[in-house]
C-alpha cells in the first residue's frame, strides 16, 4: 500500500501534464548520450515542450480513461514523453528535426488535438511549419502584391508623374462625337 501512495503524485503529475495539452508524443531514447538527451531537452525546453522520462507504468495509469489511452500501445521499452500545450505540431518536429542528427531517438506514437497517430502520422505531422512560419508565409503572401504595386508607382513618379505617360489610344472619343449630334436633334423637334 506504501508503494501506491508514492506512485500517486507521480500519475498526477503526468495527468496533470496532458490535462491541457494540444500534443503528446511517445520517444523513444534508448542508445542517446547524455549529451544529446541535455541537448534534446534545452531543445524541446526553448519550444515550450515538456519533455520528461517517466516508468511506462505511470504513464499506462495516468493515460487512462483519457484521450491519451491509445497510446499505452507503444509503451514498451525505454520511453519518455513530450507535452505542448500551445504547439500541437511542436514536440514532432522538435524531436523529428533532432533525430536527424540521432538517429538512435525513435518517435513511436502521439496525440494531436485528440487523435491517436502511430510512428509514421507522427512524422507526417513533424512535416508540417510551425504557426509562425506558417504566418510569415502568409504575410508575405499577401504583402508581395503591395510592393509590387508601390514600385510601380515610384517608377512614375520618377519618371516625371503621370503626365509623362503618353495616354493611350481608345475608342471612346468616337462614341463621345457620336452621341453630341443626336443629343441636339432632340431639342429641334
Known amino acids: 500500500m506504501a508503494k501506491i501512495e508514492l506512485k500517486q ?10 490535462k491541457d495539452a494540444a500534443s503528446v508524443v511517445i520517444v523513444n531514447y534508448s542508445g542517446i548520450t547524455v549529451a544529446q538527451d541535455t541537448q534534446l531537452r534545452k531543445q524541446c525546453r526553448e519550444a515550450g515542450i515538456t519533455y520528461k522520462v517517466y516508468k511506462n507504468t505511470m504513464m499506462t495509469r ?8 491509445g497510446l499505452t500501445a507503444s509503451l514498451e521499452g525505454t520511453n519518455a514523453i513530450a507535452i505542448s500545450t500551445t504547439d500541437a505540431t511542436a514536440p514532432a518536429r522538435v524531436i523529428a528535426k533532432f533525430a536527424k542528427d540521432c538517429p538512435a531517438l ?20 513533424a512535416n508540417i511549419p510551425s504557426r509562425e512560419e506558417l504566418l510569415s508565409k502568409f504575410l508575405g503572401s499577401i504583402q508581395s502584391p503591395i510592393t509590387n504595386f508601390a514600385r510601380v508607382l515610384n517608377q512614375i513618379a520618377e519618371k516625371g508623374g503621370a503626365g509623362a505617360c ?19 436633334e432632340t431639342p429641334a423637334e
Open 62 to 69: 495516468a493515460f487512462a480513461g483519457t484521450e491519451f489511452e
Open 166 to 184: 503618353e495616354p493611350a489610344a481608345t475608342e471612346e472619343a468616337p462614341v463621345a462625337e457620336a452621341e453630341a449630334p443626336a443629343a441636339e
Open 106 to 125: 525513435e518517435i513511436k506514437a502521439g496525440v494531436v488535438e485528440g487523435v491517436v497517430y502511430d510512428a509514421k502520422g507522427m512524422t507526417a505531422i
Open 9 to 18: 503524485p507521480i500519475v498526477e503529475e503526468i495527468s496533470a501534464s496532458i
